[in-house]
């Protein structure tokens, strides 16, 4: 039963040849037998989920039921859910009960699905690794003394470790393309806008965006559909209608124009990454694609643009943590500038509190030109070299991470190197552009992710290219050892 | 461009956050370092380039001024630390 | 040395829609504390704004009523600040792109000139909570629910030269703002508030004085008032060999003195940048026009109006038109009794002293514009004289009712009949002896001055109903006709 996709557990439920209470029940069992060892999760919602399933179950019973109804996903713990703890992985919102469903949430409340709990992540999303949570570490179902990556990490491992059919993430700047990359899963960054941000806690408004990730882009593309479209309480959610994601996974590819970017391909790129990615593309050529060097000259800038603008955002988001209404407060602050300096010294770690103070810097007087509008100038020069590579190519393809999962602790007191891991996919989430990370191969035990990146709104083709390629492949069905 | 202690304080105090005394040089340093990488930015000709701040070319849309929110408060209050008469307590403000 | 004040005003005005800039919620006055605060205005973590339809018109309008240029493309920031009353420890603020650009102002000053206020800018930005000092174990108590109301703060140049300069600014933003319907203008709770930035110069200097900001002002008398001891203390600080040193200070209206707010005093940095939540805002001409189409008639071509329509005075038009409620009031006073000047008088006079003496609006008027209208056009047709007119009105303010009502019910009606006005004249004269001797013993041109004791006599005999000009006209007649 855990080796079933979501769209085969679909299929279970239609057929009755399980319940959604004795599916949910099996993976709940799963959960509390096998996370001690992974820290997927942080809540596990046993008593909301038997009762989503048993609504579930009647549902179908009716003949009242969708597509997405009795199954069970989990959550990134940084979606609101009503009456569960959203703890953002921090200290900060340990005892934050949400009074309110995140639009994402409600949607999938509404299409039938069971919520398994809330997974692990990098406190308020900030970092690569999942190591920076407040609940400590997850780990990587392939190697228990690597990091899964991060922000999503534990939706990434509770995926790869069959703890979960399915789970949600968020990507500010490869938070769902890198996890799903080193814990050999799928997952896909929608277009900005494409998924509303309405009650997902907010890192840097203009890069975050939701997505699926899951063991197989038909499975993904699923989720999109019930999480995509307009949300009147996102101002920044894109109106555009919603495709019919299934329809388009079978299209052929053959005419389909591959652009490999030369800049993802440079010194800093592990070989044995790079030839799981050619050994990739040559799949494609088979299926009848045809493939072109592409530049995207600023690549490089992207580390900067996006560590002024992510942290900026985020110094400003992140005020309304000060001890008053909701959150961490400190015990006997002696005025009102105590409450606010230790409710929020000890309630964010330090990973948020290091990005907090250089977004601080970065608007901060005299720099906000030289630091935040520079910034936003090199956005545009990065949006602008996708949009003329996009002219030329269907998709651009390319690896998702420069290296495999690296060890727990390796990287921990040294930022820049961390930060330099997000190189392929921050460019992304600066242009604003829907990318996906596939498994394409292993290296030494451990998988690797091809990154498939789209025009404006191309899920459906992205989702399309993706699924063909699992037709053609076993990556994503490989499993780690043990599980 | 390097921070040192007093930067790093004043930084701090601006964002409202207590750092230990004995983190602080740790802190200049990482925060040093992330500037040094900002560095590479600063070659960069943008003259006559847009700042972006969306992704995506759209404007604000607007909501009906219709009351669509009834009084919550005591669900909205149960998150809070402190709170007497329907009111959120802080230590004394000062004005 | 003789000194020039420079003052510049900042006025915040709430906007009156019905619920706030970024949420669904009320903005409802005097609910108990944070009912009104839904999960946005608390800033609960992943909750996020939307923009209010309506606050965006009512900036327009404002915009178009003080000839400025509107910003087709304006942009909200974040100004960052923490404070109990600040949720999401920024302000949604507009600051490099506002939705209203430069546009100016007329004035009347006493001296019946114009003066020219330059307006910098409008801009829209959300309200914040308050705290609440009472002692709660020693802390304060924080309520939200004016946490994100819509306000536009308008922006002066620092045109104003005087404190009452100042004060007729304020009043004519004020009769603008009531007058579009935009905001309530009630000081006394808050609905409009205002800053002034004051210093003063040497006159014929170019440069500018370091200027100080008061706050807390809550009535225009105030903004005179603070502003007049402000320049004495920054003029008497400078001859004493001091600074001014660029502050906010707090105007204390009771001891009528302003004090340093030292808590305000920290060196801000606020980080301005623009709300990653919110789009900017895009508007076309065709948006701009449709408003421009549906703005009410504002207080300058009011006065206008009652110049040339009613023949009023140029002082009666300012201080008519500079309410729109009292303005209105005294257009359907006109419509009801069909005489403009006396409607003028009696909404000038009677009514606005009975109303400040009880300190009342006059939307609380207990005499309502068709009341009013209905006594005076009772005087107009001689049904009661202007004397038996005030008696009416005080009976209507006290106990209600229509001019008719209260004529019929005390008997007050003007007695026209020639032949009970005879009786009385007839009495009259035959009383007074010695002054009908006067009168005979006078020169002629001299006697029309002592009609007037004669006619004192009859109208109190009278009860002040006898028609007057029947009673002038008959008693003129009967002692002429003694004296020949």
């Given at each position: 039963m855990f080796d079933l996709t979501l769209a085969e557990l679909a299929k279970g439920l239609q057929k009755r040849e399980f319940s959604s209470a004795e599916l949910t029940q099996a993976y709940l069992n799963r959960i509390h037998d096998?996370?001690?060892?992974?820290?997927?999760?942080?809540?596990?919602?046993d008593e909301q989920a038997l009762q989503q399933a048993a609504a579930a179950d009647a549902r179908i019973a009716q003949g009242d039921?969708?597509?997405?109804?009795g199954l069970p996903i989990a959550h990134k713990d940084l979606f609101c859910t009503k009456?569960?703890?959203?703890?953002?992985?921090?200290r900060m919102l340990d005892n934050f009960i949400s009074p309110y469903d995140a639009t994402l949430v409600s949607r999938f409340n509404e299409a039938g699905a069971v919520t398994l709990g809330k997974t692990n992540m990098d406190e308020f999303a900030m970092?690569?690794?999942?190591?920076?949570s407040y609940y400590g570490p997850s780990r990587n179902?392939?190697?228990?003394?690597?990091v899964p990556g991060g922000s999503s990490g534990g939706s990434a491992v509770a995926v790869s470790a069959r703890l979960a059919p399915a789970t949600t993430g968020s990507d500010t700047g490869g938070s769902i393309r890198q996890p799903a990359a080193l814990c050999g899963i799928t997952g896909i960054k929608p277009t900005?806008?494409?998924?509303?941000?309405?009650?997902?806690?907010?890192?840097?408004s203009s890069l975050d965006q939701a997505g699926p990730m899951t063991r197989t882009a038909e499975d993904a593309a699923m989720m999109l559909q019930v999480m995509a479209g307009a949300d009147p309480?996102?101002?920044?959610?894109?109106e555009q209608p919603v495709p019919d994601?299934?329809?388009?996974?079978?299209?052929?590819?053959?005419?389909l124009k591959i652009g490999l970017p030369k800049e993802f391909f440079a010194?800093?790129?592990d070989p044995a990454i790079a030839e799981q990615v050619q050994n990739a593309i040559r799949e494609y050529e088979k299926l009848g694609a045809s493939v072109q060097e592409i530049s995207l000259?600023?690549?490089?800038l992207s580390i900067p643009a996006y560590y002024i603008l992510a942290p900026a955002e985020a110094s400003s988001n992140l005020?309304?943590?000060?001890?008053?209404?909701y959150g961490y407060r400190c015990t006997d602050p002696k005025d009102l500038e105590d409450l606010y300096k230790r409710s929020r010294g000890e309630g964010f770690g330090s990973e948020v509190q290091r990005r907090i103070l250089v977004g601080t810097y970065a608007l901060s007087e005299g720099y906000y030109d030289a630091y935040y509008r520079k910034a936003q100038q090199i956005r545009r020069l990065i949006q602008q070299d996708y949009i003329n590579a996009l002219q030329q190519v269907d998709v651009i393809m390319g690896?998702?991470?420069?290296?495999?999962a690296f060890r727990?602790?390796?990287?921990?007191?040294?930022p820049v190197s961390m930060y330099m891991e997000d190189i392929f996919t921050l460019s992304l989430n600066l242009a604003g552009l829907p990318g996906m990370s596939i498994p394409c191969g292993q290296t030494a035990g451990l998988p690797v992710g091809l990154q498939i990146i789209g025009n404006y709104f191309a899920e459906a083709k992205l989702l399309n290219v993706a699924h063909q390629f699992q037709l053609a492949t076993d990556w994503h069905k490989q499993t780690p050892a043990g599980i | 461009m390097s921070l040192d202690r007093s930067d790093v304080e004043r930084i701090a105090h601006l964002a409202r956050l207590q750092i230990n005394d004995q983190d602080i040089p740790a802190y200049a340093e990482n925060l040093s370092s992330i500037l040094h990488l900002f560095?590479?930015?600063?070659?960069?000709?943008?003259?006559g380039v847009e700042p972006l701040a969306?992704?995506?070319d759209a404007v604000q849309r607007l909501r009906a001024d219709v009351v669509t929110e009834s009084n919550q408060r005591e669900l909205l209050q149960r998150n809070a630390p402190a709170t007497e008469n329907g009111l959120f307590l802080v230590p004394k403000v000062i004005e | 040395m003789e000194w020039e004040t420079v003052i510049g005003l900042e006025i915040h005005a709430q906007l009156?829609?019905?619920?706030?800039i970024f949420s669904g919620a009320s903005t409802a006055?005097?609910?108990?504390?944070?009912?009104?605060?839904c999960a946005v205005d608390l800033a609960l973590p992943g909750t996020l704004p939307v923009f209010n339809e309506n606050a965006l018109r009512m900036a327009v309008m404002f915009g178009l009523a003080v000839n400025a240029e509107i910003g087709k493309r304006s942009v909200f920031d974040r100004k960052n600040y923490f404070y109990p009353d600040l949720p999401k420890g920024y302000q949604t603020t507009q600051l490099a792109e506002p939705i209203v650009g430069p546009g100016y102002i007329d004035i009347e000053l006493d001296d019946g000139t114009t003066r020219r206020v330059r307006i910098h800018h409008a801009h829209l930005e959300e309200d914040a909570g308050k705290s609440l000092h009472e002692d709660f174990h020693g802390m304060s108590g924080i309520d939200l629910?004016?946490?994100?109301?819509p306000l536009v703060e308008i922006v002066s140049e620092p045109?104003?030269?005087?404190a009452k300069e100042a004060s007729a600014y304020a009043r004519k933003i004020h009769a603008i703002i009531t007058t579009l319907g935009i905001?309530?203008?009630n000081m006394a709770e808050g609905s409009m508030r205002c800053d002034c930035n004051v210093s003063v110069r040497p006159k014929g200097q170019e440069a500018l004085g370091t200027r100080t900001e008061l706050k807390n002002i809550n009535s225009f008398r105030f903004i005179e008032r603070a502003i007049e001891t402000e320049v004495a203390r920054q003029i008497d600080l400078i001859e004493d060999g001091g600074r001014v040193i660029q502050e906010t200070r707090l105007y204390d209206p009771e001891r009528n003195e302003t004090r340093s707010m030292r808590s305000k005093e920290?060196?801000?940095?606020?980080?301005?940048?623009?709300?990653?939540d919110l789009l900017p805002v895009i508007i076309d001409d065709t948006y701009i026009e449709q408003i421009r189409a549906e703005l009410p008639e504002l207080p300058d071509a009011r006065k206008a109006r009652f110049v040339s329509?009613?023949?009023?005075?140029e002082y009666d038009a300012a201080v008519l038109s500079a309410y729109h409620a009292q303005a209105d009031y005294f257009e359907q006073v006109t419509r009801v009794a069909g005489d403009a000047k006396q409607a003028a008088n009696w909404v000038m006079g009677e009514l606005a002293k009975n109303l400040n003496q009880k300190d009342l609006d006059i939307k609380e008027s207990p005499v309502s514009a068709d009341q009013l209208g209905g006594l005076i056009a009772r005087i107009k047709d001689d049904t009661i004289t202007g004397k038996i007119a005030k008696q009416v009105f005080e009976i209507m303010w006290a106990e209600g009712g229509s001019a008719d009502e209260i004529i019929e019910a005390k008997g007050l009606r003007q007695v026209t009949d020639t032949g009970a006005i005879e009786a009385i004249v007839d009495q009259v004269i035959t009383e007074c002896t010695t002054q009908v001797d006067q009168y005979k013993a006078a020169e002629p041109d001299k006697r029309g001055k002592m009609l007037g004791f004669f006619m004192g006599q009859i109208m109190k005999a009278s009860q002040g109903k006898a028609n007057p000009g029947q009673v002038q006209g008959l008693l003129k007649q009967k002692l002429d006709a003694l004296c020949d």
């Amino acid at each position: 039963m855990f080796d079933l996709t979501l769209a085969e557990l679909a299929k279970g439920l239609q057929k009755r040849e399980f319940s959604s209470a004795e599916l949910t029940q099996a993976y709940l069992n799963r959960i509390h037998d096998k996370d001690s060892l992974y820290n997927s999760y942080i809540s596990v919602c046993d008593e909301q989920a038997l009762q989503q399933a048993a609504a579930a179950d009647a549902r179908i019973a009716q003949g009242d039921a969708g597509p997405f109804t009795g199954l069970p996903i989990a959550h990134k713990d940084l979606f609101c859910t009503k009456g569960i703890k959203t703890s953002c992985g921090s200290r900060m919102l340990d005892n934050f009960i949400s009074p309110y469903d995140a639009t994402l949430v409600s949607r999938f409340n509404e299409a039938g699905a069971v919520t398994l709990g809330k997974t692990n992540m990098d406190e308020f999303a900030m970092g690569s690794s999942t190591e920076n949570s407040y609940y400590g570490p997850s780990r990587n179902p392939w190697d228990t003394e690597r990091v899964p990556g991060g922000s999503s990490g534990g939706s990434a491992v509770a995926v790869s470790a069959r703890l979960a059919p399915a789970t949600t993430g968020s990507d500010t700047g490869g938070s769902i393309r890198q996890p799903a990359a080193l814990c050999g899963i799928t997952g896909i960054k929608p277009t900005y806008g494409r998924v509303s941000r309405y009650g997902m806690v907010a890192y840097a408004s203009s890069l975050d965006q939701a997505g699926p990730m899951t063991r197989t882009a038909e499975d993904a593309a699923m989720m999109l559909q019930v999480m995509a479209g307009a949300d009147p309480l996102d101002s920044t959610c894109a109106e555009q209608p919603v495709p019919d994601y299934m329809a388009g996974l079978n299209t052929p590819l053959a005419g389909l124009k591959i652009g490999l970017p030369k800049e993802f391909f440079a010194e800093e790129l592990d070989p044995a990454i790079a030839e799981q990615v050619q050994n990739a593309i040559r799949e494609y050529e088979k299926l009848g694609a045809s493939v072109q060097e592409i530049s995207l000259p600023n690549t490089r800038l992207s580390i900067p643009a996006y560590y002024i603008l992510a942290p900026a955002e985020a110094s400003s988001n992140l005020s309304r943590f000060d001890g008053v209404r909701y959150g961490y407060r400190c015990t006997d602050p002696k005025d009102l500038e105590d409450l606010y300096k230790r409710s929020r010294g000890e309630g964010f770690g330090s990973e948020v509190q290091r990005r907090i103070l250089v977004g601080t810097y970065a608007l901060s007087e005299g720099y906000y030109d030289a630091y935040y509008r520079k910034a936003q100038q090199i956005r545009r020069l990065i949006q602008q070299d996708y949009i003329n590579a996009l002219q030329q190519v269907d998709v651009i393809m390319g690896p998702t991470t420069p290296h495999p999962a690296f060890r727990i602790g390796e990287k921990s007191n040294d930022p820049v190197s961390m930060y330099m891991e997000d190189i392929f996919t921050l460019s992304l989430n600066l242009a604003g552009l829907p990318g996906m990370s596939i498994p394409c191969g292993q290296t030494a035990g451990l998988p690797v992710g091809l990154q498939i990146i789209g025009n404006y709104f191309a899920e459906a083709k992205l989702l399309n290219v993706a699924h063909q390629f699992q037709l053609a492949t076993d990556w994503h069905k490989q499993t780690p050892a043990g599980i | 461009m390097s921070l040192d202690r007093s930067d790093v304080e004043r930084i701090a105090h601006l964002a409202r956050l207590q750092i230990n005394d004995q983190d602080i040089p740790a802190y200049a340093e990482n925060l040093s370092s992330i500037l040094h990488l900002f560095d590479q930015m600063q070659s960069i000709d943008t003259t006559g380039v847009e700042p972006l701040a969306h992704p995506l070319d759209a404007v604000q849309r607007l909501r009906a001024d219709v009351v669509t929110e009834s009084n919550q408060r005591e669900l909205l209050q149960r998150n809070a630390p402190a709170t007497e008469n329907g009111l959120f307590l802080v230590p004394k403000v000062i004005e | 040395m003789e000194w020039e004040t420079v003052i510049g005003l900042e006025i915040h005005a709430q906007l009156s829609t019905n619920t706030k800039i970024f949420s669904g919620a009320s903005t409802a006055f005097g609910a108990e504390p944070n009912t009104q605060a839904c999960a946005v205005d608390l800033a609960l973590p992943g909750t996020l704004p939307v923009f209010n339809e309506n606050a965006l018109r009512m900036a327009v309008m404002f915009g178009l009523a003080v000839n400025a240029e509107i910003g087709k493309r304006s942009v909200f920031d974040r100004k960052n600040y923490f404070y109990p009353d600040l949720p999401k420890g920024y302000q949604t603020t507009q600051l490099a792109e506002p939705i209203v650009g430069p546009g100016y102002i007329d004035i009347e000053l006493d001296d019946g000139t114009t003066r020219r206020v330059r307006i910098h800018h409008a801009h829209l930005e959300e309200d914040a909570g308050k705290s609440l000092h009472e002692d709660f174990h020693g802390m304060s108590g924080i309520d939200l629910n004016r946490a994100g109301t819509p306000l536009v703060e308008i922006v002066s140049e620092p045109d104003m030269r005087t404190a009452k300069e100042a004060s007729a600014y304020a009043r004519k933003i004020h009769a603008i703002i009531t007058t579009l319907g935009i905001c309530d203008g009630n000081m006394a709770e808050g609905s409009m508030r205002c800053d002034c930035n004051v210093s003063v110069r040497p006159k014929g200097q170019e440069a500018l004085g370091t200027r100080t900001e008061l706050k807390n002002i809550n009535s225009f008398r105030f903004i005179e008032r603070a502003i007049e001891t402000e320049v004495a203390r920054q003029i008497d600080l400078i001859e004493d060999g001091g600074r001014v040193i660029q502050e906010t200070r707090l105007y204390d209206p009771e001891r009528n003195e302003t004090r340093s707010m030292r808590s305000k005093e920290e060196a801000n940095d606020y980080r301005y940048f623009p709300c990653p939540d919110l789009l900017p805002v895009i508007i076309d001409d065709t948006y701009i026009e449709q408003i421009r189409a549906e703005l009410p008639e504002l207080p300058d071509a009011r006065k206008a109006r009652f110049v040339s329509e009613f023949g009023l005075s140029e002082y009666d038009a300012a201080v008519l038109s500079a309410y729109h409620a009292q303005a209105d009031y005294f257009e359907q006073v006109t419509r009801v009794a069909g005489d403009a000047k006396q409607a003028a008088n009696w909404v000038m006079g009677e009514l606005a002293k009975n109303l400040n003496q009880k300190d009342l609006d006059i939307k609380e008027s207990p005499v309502s514009a068709d009341q009013l209208g209905g006594l005076i056009a009772r005087i107009k047709d001689d049904t009661i004289t202007g004397k038996i007119a005030k008696q009416v009105f005080e009976i209507m303010w006290a106990e209600g009712g229509s001019a008719d009502e209260i004529i019929e019910a005390k008997g007050l009606r003007q007695v026209t009949d020639t032949g009970a006005i005879e009786a009385i004249v007839d009495q009259v004269i035959t009383e007074c002896t010695t002054q009908v001797d006067q009168y005979k013993a006078a020169e002629p041109d001299k006697r029309g001055k002592m009609l007037g004791f004669f006619m004192g006599q009859i109208m109190k005999a009278s009860q002040g109903k006898a028609n007057p000009g029947q009673v002038q006209g008959l008693l003129k007649q009967k002692l002429d006709a003694l004296c020949d």
